[in-house]
């Protein structure tokens, strides 16, 4: 946060633009930080308010457009590029896929407050057929709100702030790098038992001839659907027996099935 | 979805290769999906 403010002063909307721009474009970093630490400059009257804004939602408006034309030509691919990046790929898919459900366009306009439903709106939003003017209409009042509000806050707080940044300067560099560490470690084991549980769950897939033999056999299994609540709607069809269930559902239905049980998943 | 599965203590999950389409151009059976299995009810367990 010291290296942000030292940066901001140095550079100042430049920085912003260029941090924001990256941000948008993918880099796992938050950029809420940058943003409250311009507001405490703001408030000591080195920058103006409208200017960081205008910056700021410009930048994010410019990253959001790349995955938008991604998502319009690559479509679910670039989905499955995002999950990638994503700590939380299981759920970041599907609680965007249930806001936009919900809220359709409007949820650009909260989505940059979500982590994870930040990610994959703006391809979402293109895959959806969104025209460009009204992605933009929304994606440049979403930024505005996201930017605006982090910015404000950064001026409301502006002694709170800096009573942290003081007390991190204090702690000195040796605090932030065991800080690093730590989340570097936390990344890379997270990181690593989804690769170990993708790569175990790629090998145990089960044919669908082996399926319909398990099905007419005296096994008991348990088949779910895990296609999003609209396809099953469109398709009316599933696999004999299988139930439906909602992304939110798994934990508090996962006690209907004994451990002991195969359960075979499937969808599209 | 798997992995949440995973997370809430079930070990023995398998995905279908192919998903519903790949079982459907097999022509294998499907089932109509009534208004109850999007809402709340359960479905039945397979056996």
Known sequence: ?268 | MALLLWKAGMRRVRPLEGGIEEWRSLGYPLEPVVAAALEDEPGPIAT
């Open chain 1, 1 to 268: 946060m010291t290296l942000l403010r030292h940066l901001l002063l140095r550079h100042g909307h430049l920085f912003v633009f260029a941090y924001v721009l990256m941000v948008q474009a993918g880099i796992p970093v938050p950029a809420d930080p940058l943003l409250l630490v311009m507001g405490t400059l703001i408030r000591e009257g080195y920058y103006s308010t409208l200017a960081t804004v205008v910056v700021a939602a410009t930048a994010a408006v410019l990253g959001d457009s790349i995955w938008f034309e991604l998502g319009r030509r690559r479509g679910s691919s670039v989905l499955r590029l995002l999950c990638r990046l994503s700590l939380e790929p299981d759920t970041c898919v599907r609680q965007s896929e249930n806001a936009f459900a919900k809220n359709g366009a409007r949820t650009l306009l909260f989505c940059k407050f979500i982590p994870g439903l930040s990610l994959v709106s703006v391809p979402m939003a293109a895959m959806s057929g969104m025209p460009r003017w009204r992605f933009l209409l929304f994606d440049l009042a979403g930024s505005t709100i996201w930017t605006g509000t982090y910015v404000a806050l950064g001026i409301m707080f502006a002694k709170e702030i800096q009573r942290v940044l003081d007390f991190i300067g204090q702690l000195g560099r040796g605090a932030g790098l065991v800080l690093l560490a730590f989340l570097g470690i936390y990344v890379g084991v997270k990181w690593f038992r989804r690769w170990k549980f993708v790569h175990d769950f790629r090998v145990k897939r089960i044919r669908p001839e082996a399926l319909r033999e398990m099905l007419n056999g005296t096994e008991k299994i348990c088949l779910i659907d895990l296609r999003h609540e609209r396809d099953i709607e469109r398709d009316g069809m599933k696999l004999p027996g299988a139930q439906v269930w909602k992304a939110d559902e798994v934990r508090s239905r996962s006690g209907e099935i004994p451990r002991d049980q195969e359960i075979i998943l499937y969808c599209s």
